[in-house]
């Protein structure tokens, strides 16, 4: 499989081997963000996979939409799931920023 969730009692493979989707929260930066680690020798994702491991991390994807740096335009794009997501160069993380999504509920 493209990435599968690991417990304590798996043998998992060195993280040295491993690329990771790296996420963080408004008023964080990637520095300090939280790591997904992909299996051994992912070097891409869709944002429907992206969107799959933030969810399995506890990310609530109602609550909360990511954005990759979209280096051909200099800023953060949506990830929408046919979004294609990859590791460039001899980079080892993947950083996507979440930002709140807006309430339908709440007034503007």
Same mark, same amino acid.
């Given at each position: 499989?493209?990435?599968?969730?690991?417990?304590?009692?798996?043998?998992?493979?060195? @993280?040295?081997?491993r690329? =990771?989707?790296?996420?963080?929260?408004?008023?964080? @930066?990637?520095?300090?963000?939280?790591l997904?680690?992909? =299996?051994?020798?992912?070097?891409?994702?869709?944002? =429907?996979?992206?969107?799959?491991? /933030?969810? /399995?991390d506890g990310? *609530?994807? @109602?609550?909360?939409?990511?954005?990759?740096?979209? $280096?051909?335009?200099?800023?953060?794009? =949506?990830? /929408? $799931? *046919?979004?294609?997501?990859?590791?460039?160069? $001899?980079?080892? @993380?993947l $950083?996507?920023? /979440?930002?709140r %999504?807006? *309430?339908?509920?709440?007034? %503007?």
């Amino acid at each position: 499989t493209r990435f599968t969730l690991q417990t304590s009692q798996m043998s998992a493979p060195s @993280t040295s081997e491993r690329n =990771a989707l790296r996420y963080f929260y408004p008023g964080s @930066t990637a520095r300090n963000g939280n790591l997904v680690f992909l =299996a051994p020798g992912v070097r891409s994702l869709t944002g =429907a996979e992206a969107g799959e491991l /933030l969810s /399995l991390d506890g990310v *609530d994807l @109602t609550r909360w939409r990511a954005r990759y740096r979209h $280096d051909e335009f200099e800023g953060w794009a =949506a990830v /929408l $799931d *046919d979004t294609a997501l990859e590791f460039r160069g $001899d980079r080892r @993380t993947l $950083d996507l920023s /979440l930002e709140r %999504r807006a *309430d339908p509920l709440e007034r %503007r």
